[in-house]
T-cell receptor
């Protein structure tokens, strides 16, 4: 069973370009989470999605950032008009469908390291 | 608001010495607690987790952690550190209501020969 896959692993963009980060959850997982790790910091929650639904985007910057998880295909984190401050590692995690109030463990991908020149 | 605090930004220990990394959380409901390790340029590897039951949790690579509700702590320990343990360690709390996670800022471990 393949784990969470993210691509590309490394992405270089110039200021003003768009960045698209992809995340394929583990087989059978229907929940996806995106986290951002700035240099020398811990991971910060960005957004939580289910198929075709954004559940919680409280950690997403208000502008330029968007995320989707379509019915078919990977989840996409899109950053428009990137700036140097967007340089970070972006991690995706997935979990299975929740049953009841208990917590469902998240499984993390290897991350995409975005560098903005 | 929920939060996770790792008071030590950087710790240096000698190889073979014991290790304790501190983690305190602030969360009103039942916490789901995790420790992850991250080597430079790498992803996260789960060391151990606490959901319920025995408050002393055993993990991989010889690590263990103890959940102390009265102190809101979940400290990570290892009796004898190896040079390969040098990495960044993150404590995290999972929120049952939304299933997301909150991470501490991390503790960087350096191991002296």
């Amino acid at each position: 069973n393949a784990g969470v896959m993210q691509n590309p692993r490394h992405l270089v963009r110039r200021r003003g370009q768009e960045a698209r980060l992809r995340c394929s959850p583990m087989k059978g997982h229907s929940h996806v989470y995106w986290y951002r790790q700035l240099p020398e910091e811990g991971l910060k929650f960005m957004v939580y999605l289910q198929k075709e639904n954004i559940i919680d985007e409280s950690g997403m910057p208000k502008e330029r950032f968007s995320a989707e998880f379509p019915k078919e295909g990977p989840s996409i984190l899109r950053i428009q008009q990137v700036v140097r401050g967007d340089s970070a590692a972006y991690f995706c995690a997935s979990s299975p469908l929740r049953e009841g109030p208990s917590y469902n463990e998240q499984f993390f991908g290897p991350g995409t390291r975005l560098t903005v020149l | 608001a929920q939060s996770v605090t790792q008071p030590d930004i950087h710790i240096t220990v000698s190889e073979g010495a014991s290790l304790e990394l501190r983690c305190n959380y602030s969360y009103g409901a039942t916490p789901y607690l995790f420790w992850y390790v991250q080597s430079p340029g790498q992803g996260l590897q789960l060391l151990l987790k606490y959901f319920s039951g025995d408050t002393l949790v055993q993990g991989i690579k010889g690590f263990e952690a103890e959940f102390k509700r009265s102190q809101s702590s979940f400290n990570l320990r290892k009796p004898s550190v190896h040079w390969s343990d040098a990495a960044e360690y993150f404590c995290a709390v999972g929120r049952g209501n939304n299933n997301d996670m909150r991470f501490g800022a991390g503790t960087r471990l350096t191991v002296k020969p």
